[in-house]
Every structure is written in C-alpha cells, then in structure tokens.
Nanobody, 124 residues
Framework: QVQLVESGGGLVQAGDSLTLSCAAS????????MGWFRQAPGKEREFVASISSTGGPPLYAGSVKGRFAISRDNAKNTVYLQMNSLKPEDTAVYYC?????????????????WGQGTQVTVSS
C-alpha cells in the first residue's frame, strides 16, 4: 500500500501559477506510475495528468495540455504538478494517485492508492 500526501493548493487569480506536490511512502516509488486527478463541485472526478515510473513523455487531459506539467523526483519520492495560466474552470480538489503498474494511465481504476486531496481555487 502507498500513502500519499498532497500539498500546495490555495486561492489564486486567473492567469496565476501554482505547483502541487505529492509525497509518497510505502512501495518503492520508482516502480509505479503517478497521476493527478481533480474533482470540481457537482462533477465527477476527471483525469489531469500521468507520468510513468521512470519518467518519459507524460499524458495530459486536453483541457490542461500546454498549461500543466507533471514531473517526478524518484530520489525524493515526490510527484509535482506545475499549473500555469490557471482558469476559473480549473477550480477543484486535486488528488494524486499511485498507479497499479509502471506505465502512465488516464483511467482512475488503474490507480490503487489516493491522497486526501488539496483544494485549488481560481478566481476570475
């Protein structure tokens, strides 16, 4: 089992940047993919970004491609989500998740452990 703790959320204005972090413990961090998902009020949880266990080209949702960047530091057991040019529609609780396998994936059922979430609010 993997334990995940997100941090870095907050209240920002449209156009601002924010970086989320997710610290992992438990399984060997470099053995599994990591993902970010988000859930806005009244909406279902949606995929944001994913990165394979040893890096490589990430996978992004179309709504964030070109604005968000996922990265990982296996030496620090941490995955990051750099969010630029934030929009009000990016407002949500953001969750990091640990994959069941090493390869990046956009499907939530491919992730076995989830963090508690961190709130990101973007004002217009």
């Amino acid at each position: 089992q993997v334990q995940l703790v997100e941090s870095g959320g907050g209240l920002v204005q449209a156009g601002d940047s924010l970086t989320l972090s997710c610290a992992a413990s438990g399984r060997t961090f470099s053995s599994y993919a990591m993902g970010w998902f988000r859930q806005a009020p009244g909406k279902e949880r949606e995929f944001v970004a994913s990165i394979s266990s040893t890096g490589g080209p990430p996978l992004y949702a179309g709504s964030v491609k070109g604005r968000f960047a996922i990265s990982r530091d296996n030496a620090k057991n941490t995955v990051y989500l750099q969010m630029n040019s934030l929009k009000p529609e990016d407002t949500a609780v953001y969750y990091c998740a640990a994959g069941r396998t090493w390869y990046r994936n956009s499907r939530s059922n491919e992730y076995g452990s989830w963090g508690q979430g961190t709130q990101v609010t973007v004002s217009s």
